[in-house]
C-alpha cells in the first residue's frame, strides 16, 4: 500500500509567482486536505477536497486554490506569492470525509515553499 | 469559529516522570484527534477518539475525551527520551457544510535523559 506522496520536496520562489503543488493519495483514498504549517506553528487548514468537491475552508485568501483529480490525487496553487506564504504545505488523505466516520487523516511529507 | 487551545507550549521534564498535556476546544464536537511531529518531519497519527469519554492507550501515552467540558488530554507515564517530539491535537468542525480541522498550536516536549 502506498502512502501520501508530496511533490516537490522543496521549492523556492520569489513574491509574485504562482505555484503548484501536488499529492497522491493513499490507496482508497477519496478525501484529501491542505495544510499551511509555518515554522513553530500548528497546521492550519487551507480547504479540502471529497469527490473533487470542495466542501471546506479555512480562513485563507481566494489566491490559494485547488483541484482535486478523477484519481483522488490533488493540486494546491497559490497565486501572487507573498513572503508569509513560506511554509511546510501538508497534504493528507482519508477513506472519507471525517465528519462522515472515517478513521483518520494520513499526512505526506510535505512541501517546503521558500517564498523570497 | 472553532478554536483549540493547546497547554503547556512547552514541556521540559526528566525521564521516568509523568505529565498530561491538556486540549480545550471552543464549540461542540465529538470528534478529537492527537498528532506527533518529529523535528523536520511530517505528521503521525496517534489517537483517534470519537465520542464522550473515550480513552486510547498506546505504551506510556493514554488520550482521554470529555466533550462535556471540551476537553482532551494527552497523559504520559514514565516519560523516556524517545517520546521527545511536538503532539498536536485537532478538532472536527463536526458541519458538514463546512468541513474543517482545526488545529492547536502544538506542545514542545523535551525529555531530558
Known amino acids: 500500500e502506498t502512502g501520501v506522496t508530496q511533490s516537490p520536496t522543496h521549492l523556492i520562489k520569489t513574491r509574485g509567482q504562482q505555484v503548484t503543488l501536488r499529492c497522491s493519495s493513499q490507496?482508497?483514498?477519496?478525501?484529501v486536505s491542505w495544510y499551511q504549517q509555518a515554522l513553530g506553528q500548528g497546521p492550519q487548514f487551507i480547504f479540502q477536497?471529497?469527490?473533487?468537491?470542495?466542501?471546506g475552508r479555512g480562513n485563507f485568501p481566494p489566491r490559494f486554490s485547488g483541484l482535486q483529480f478523477p484519481n483522488y490525487s490533488s493540486e494546491l496553487n497559490v497565486n501572487a506569492l507573498e513572503l508569509d506564504d513560506s511554509a511546510l504545505y501538508l497534504c493528507?488523505?482519508?477513506?472519507?470525509?471525517?465528519?462522515?466516520?472515517?478513521?483518520?487523516?494520513?499526512f505526506g511529507p510535505g512541501t517546503r515553499l521558500t517564498v523570497l | 469559529e472553532l478554536k483549540v487551545e493547546q497547554n503547556p507550549l512547552f514541556l521540559s521534564m526528566q525521564e521516568g516522570k509523568n505529565y498530561t498535556i491538556y486540549c480545550n476546544y471552543s464549540t461542540t464536537s465529538d470528534r478529537l484527534y492527537w498528532y506527533r511531529q518529529d523535528p523536520g518531519k511530517s505528521l503521525e497519527s496517534l489517537f483517534v477518539?470519537?465520542?464522550?469519554?473515550a480513552v486510547k492507550q498506546e505504551g506510556r501515552l493514554m488520550a482521554s475525551l470529555d466533550t462535556k467540558a471540551r476537553l482532551s488530554t494527552l497523559h504520559i507515564t514514565a516519560a523516556v527520551h524517545d517520546l521527545s517530539a511536538t503532539y498536536f491535537c485537532?478538532?472536527?468542525?463536526?458541519?458538514?457544510?463546512?468541513?474543517?480541522?482545526?488545529f492547536g498550536k502544538g506542545t514542545r516536549l523535551h525529555i531530558l535523559p
Open positions: 490507496s482508497g483514498h477519496n478525501t
Open positions: 485537532a478538532v472536527d468542525s463536526a458541519d458538514y457544510r463546512d468541513d474543517k480541522i482545526i
Open positions: 477536497y471529497y469527490r473533487e468537491e470542495e466542501n
Open positions: 477518539l470519537l465520542s464522550n469519554g
Open positions: 493528507a488523505s482519508s477513506s472519507g470525509r471525517l465528519i462522515a466516520g472515517a478513521d483518520t487523516q494520513y
